[in-house]
């Protein structure tokens, strides 16, 4: 019998070749999904995607109160600047019509110019210096305790102080205006993060 180095790594050499022909049959079956795999796969993740779906509107209605929340802010303070760069009284007045909620920043007296989803309409002579509208199918709407205020241009005061509530279907934020004119914006019960509850 010959038992030369040649003939000792033959059988290995066989071995080897067998558990390559093995994991060669092996990898062939495992490659992609079962149908059965591919649906369990589609299920979880549906499942995932509709349980995060009504955190996404709320978020969403968020954004929007926060938003309007933010520019109505910016065109109050814009109010009492005009009123003081200018020299002249200006008027912030809030509308309201079967399309939505608006409000007008303008020079005028109280009803002199009016809102709508279509802009700001004044009498002959006066000028509407920023005009917003909240259709009523956006899902904002504002609401006042007042119907104008007004901005003296000599000590930059405000006349009467007010509350403007930005509201949405479940959230809203206010934004209180004291007789000097400070804005202070609180969430009334406290389900808006990072504003103090009023």
Do not use: W
Request: glycine share 10%; charged share 20%.
């Amino acid at each position: 019998m010959n038992t030369g180095p040649m003939n000792r790594t033959a059988p290995a050499a066989r071995r080897l070749g067998a558990s390559i022909s093995r994991m060669t049959r092996i990898t062939r079956r495992q490659r992609g999904f079962t149908m059965i795999e591919g649906l369990i796969c589609v299920t979880v993740l549906l499942l995932a995607v509709s349980a995060t779906l009504p955190g996404f509107s709320t978020a969403r209605e968020h954004r929007r109160v926060e938003g309007a929340a933010a520019q109505l802010e910016t065109d109050l303070q814009l109010a009492r600047s005009l009123a003081v760069a200018q020299n002249r009284t200006v008027r912030f007045e809030i509308g309201r019509d079967e399309h939505g909620t608006c409000y007008v920043v303008h020079n005028g007296a109280a009803g002199d110019c009016t809102c709508s989803a279509q802009g700001a309409v004044c009498k002959p002579g006066l000028e509407a210096h920023r005009s917003q509208h909240y259709a009523a199918d956006t899902g904002v709407t504002l609401q006042a305790n007042v119907g104008s205020m007004v901005f003296d241009p000599l000590k930059g005061t405000v006349t009467p102080a007010a509350t403007l509530r930005v509201e949405g279907a479940r959230t809203s934020l206010r934004q209180i205006i004291n007789i000097m004119g400070r804005i202070r914006t609180c969430s009334p019960d406290g389900a808006m993060a990072g504003y103090k509850t009023c």
